[in-house]
């Protein structure tokens, strides 16, 4: 990833390309667990490229790339559900997050039952494999916040595991 995230920096399209690629699958995981509309997660995830095509001459270690991304995702994100409160007001539609096929069904239902203080945190943590200092940098909070919400949010889920008699959610 090195070598593509040093051609892109030099301006090579097709480097830039691949560089996004290879990193669309973690950024519509991401994105989906802020956002949860089809629409708006497109909308985050193409602003997120735009961005990064930008910016990209101001990433100063190549090794932090993966984490400046998200954090631009997350932010992009955040603009998205700014926006709609200005419009819709402060009732968002619950609309959830729906794919093609069944895959990850269960961990679908399971993380979109968790507060998003929660949610977000643990998707960084168990599903794209960031530690708690790079999170801590993405979303601006301190490391202990970042901690105790993966507790709270572990929490969370076995708390409801327990409600529905150890059954599936």
């Given amino acids: 990833m090195d070598k593509l995230i040093k051609e892109a920096k030099g301006g090579d399209p097709d480097a830039f390309a691949r560089l996004m690629r290879s990193q669309m699958q ?5 994105a989906g667990a802020i956002l949860f509309n089809d629409e708006d997660i497109a909308d985050a995830v193409s602003d997120t490229i735009l961005a990064c095509w930008e910016n990209l001459s101001g990433l100063k270690n190549n090794r932090f790339f993966k984490t400046w991304m998200t954090r631009i995702l997350v932010n ?9 409160k200005y419009f ?10 729906t794919e093609n096929g069944y895959e990850n069904a269960e961990w679908k239902e399971a993380i979109g039952q968790i507060p998003e203080k929660y949610r977000l945190v643990m998707l960084l943590y168990y599903i794209e494999g960031f530690n708690t200092g790079d999170i801590s940098e993405i ?16 929490e969370y889920l076995a708390r409801e595991y327990a409600k529905k008699g150890g059954q599936t959610l």
């Fill in 26 to 30: 973690s950024m519509y995981k991401t």
């Fill in 76 to 84: 992009k994100c955040s603009d998205i559900i700014r926006r709609k």
């Fill in 88 to 97: 819709i007001g402060d009732e968002l539609p619950d609309m959830p997050y």
């Fill in 139 to 154: 979303l601006d909070i301190p490391e202990g916040t970042v901690r105790s919400r993966l507790a709270r949010g572990r």
